[in-house]
């Protein structure tokens, strides 16, 4: 019986260490973040695919080079007719020219080699290899985009935390003024009155706290959301980072930096020059193809060889063809009109696309400015909000201002930190836009 209750227990400890290691917090740095978030990515998975399937389309176009060698075989059972005679002079009996055969076996071997197709071959192999280089700057371009989002990502849960922190302190503040005013309430210190509004500012105190830690829970779900992981798996970043540095910045850089680096532009250019070579394979039916052939067969019987006789024979042929589409009623000229129309049309979005990162270089140049300055402001506000509050609470404590400027001072504090939290943050998230739109790397 001991042995029995002796193995239970260590299996009962093995399966509560196994539930304890598997309930740790995963605790994720800037780097791991994007690392995981990357590996993770079923986008990824689909650009990947997208470049594989492209290089696949060039090896299929460069096999035409090649000579194209088929086999062919065939079974023929064919009803029953009389035989063909012939009478022949001073004969009363008719000459059966050949045997009536009814099982025919056919195999060939054939052998075809193009060797000109109006330049059809070259164009095509061509713009599939700008097909191949469009999907792999898409593949880079969404590597980055992944990275954009897991670095907003952690930046809003790096909120969110320090939020929750600045929410718990003002929760304990507000419990200690509370007792301070109950004590000074006991002792005819306080009134009723200045009880009543700390006891209102312990409640928002705690109203605060109870949003600040739904803000977290909800920002730890998104981050798990785009770094692939289940959503109900404990995660955790680190806050020990140092603050931001900021730079000098130009405009003009920051444009032409956009212009050569972005990856959608790359993508679309690779894109255009694929286009333009499918407009030169379709013109290339405006020239005549030629193609040499050659074929073996074995057959019983075979038709070559006169009489047929139920035996196998081998004979074969070669040759070389040429074929021209002389006139076909504009079929070659609507084909070409129609992929020069969509050459123009990816022209027009890539002047768009061009036009449009412009606008977002502006709009996210500006943007960082405006947060830099404003991470000044809140600093100093930050700074007069604590040395308010340190004047009024040695007031209050002394009786010599009321609970009224008291929560003020606390609301106003409370406030200042907030507002310096979520400005860093908008800005870190800032120069990630940034960084994005120029087309940095990221990872």
């Known amino acids: 019986m001991d042995k029995f209750i002796k193995i239970f227990s260590v299996v009962g400890i093995i399966l509560f260490s196994f539930r304890c290691i598997s309930a740790q917090t995963r605790v994720f740095t800037i780097e791991e973040s994007i690392a995981t978030g990357i590996e993770n990515s079923n986008e990824l998975k689909v650009s990947q695919s997208k470049i594989i399937s492209s290089k696949a389309k060039v090896s299929e176009v460069k096999s035409q080079y090649y000579p194209q060698l088929k086999f062919n075989a065939s079974y023929l059972r064919q009803?029953?007719?009389?035989?063909?005679?012939?009478?022949?002079?001073?004969?009363?009996?008719?000459?059966?020219?050949?045997?009536?055969?009814?099982?025919?076996?056919?195999?060939?071997?054939s052998l075809q080699q193009q060797i000109f197709t109006g330049f059809k071959l070259s164009s095509l192999k061509n713009s599939g290899e700008f097909a191949v280089k469009s999907s792999e700057s898409e593949y880079n371009n969404e590597k980055n985009n992944v990275a954009s989002a897991v670095l907003i990502a952690y930046w809003n849960y790096y909120k969110t935390k320090f939020l929750k922190k600045t929410a718990d302190d003002n929760l304990a503040l507000t419990e200690k003024h509370l007792r301070d005013t109950r004590n000074f309430l006991i002792n005819g210190l306080a009134t009723k009155s200045d009880l009543l509004k700390m006891e209102v500012q312990n409640s928002n105190a705690k109203l605060q706290q109870l949003e600040a830690d739904n803000n977290t829970e909800l920002a730890r779900i998104s981050f798990n959301k785009v770094l692939g992981l289940n959503l109900e798996e404990n995660t955790d970043i680190e806050t020990d980072i140092p603050e931001p540095v900021t730079e000098s910045?130009?405009?003009?850089?920051?444009?032409?930096?956009?212009?050569?680096?972005?990856?959608?532009?790359?993508?679309?250019?690779?894109?255009?020059?694929?286009?333009?070579?499918?407009?030169?394979?379709?013109?290339?039916?405006?020239?005549?193809?030629?193609y040499l052939g050659a074929n073996f067969y074995y057959a019983n019987p075979n038709l070559r060889i006169q009489p047929p006789h139920n035996e196998f024979d081998e004979t074969w042929d070669a040759g070389i063809t040429l074929s021209w589409d002389v006139f076909n009623w504009g079929y070659t000229s609507s084909q070409v009109s129609q992929s020069q129309q969509i050459y123009n049309q990816n022209k027009t979005g890539y002047d768009q696309l061009k036009d449009n990162i412009s606008l977002e270089v502006n709009q996210n140049y500006y943007n960082v400015n405006y947060l830099k300055e404003r991470i000044s402001v809140s600093r100093k506000a930050v700074e007069q909000a604590e040395?308010?509050?340190?004047?009024?609470?040695?007031?209050?404590?002394?009786?010599?201002?009321?609970?009224?400027?008291?929560?003020?001072?606390?609301?106003?504090?409370?406030?200042?930190?907030?507002?310096?939290?979520?400005?860093?943050?908008?800005?870190?998230i800032s120069v990630v836009k940034l960084y994005r739109s120029t087309g940095r790397k990221l990872y």
């Open 249 to 290: 910045l130009n405009l003009e850089d920051l444009l032409n930096e956009a212009y050569g680096s972005r990856s959608e532009l790359k993508a679309m250019n690779y894109k255009l020059k694929s286009l333009q070579e499918n407009i030169n394979s379709v013109k290339s039916q405006y020239y005549p193809s030629v």
């Open 387 to 428: 040395e308010n509050y340190r004047v009024i609470q040695e007031k209050y404590n002394q009786q010599l201002s009321t609970s009224t400027d008291l929560v003020d001072a606390e609301n106003s504090l409370l406030q200042a930190k907030t507002n310096l939290i979520i400005t860093v943050t908008d800005y870190r």
């Open 79 to 109: 009803s029953y007719v009389d035989p063909y005679l012939i009478i022949v002079p001073f004969s009363e009996t008719p000459l059966q020219i050949s045997e009536v055969l009814l099982n025919n076996y056919n195999f060939r071997l």
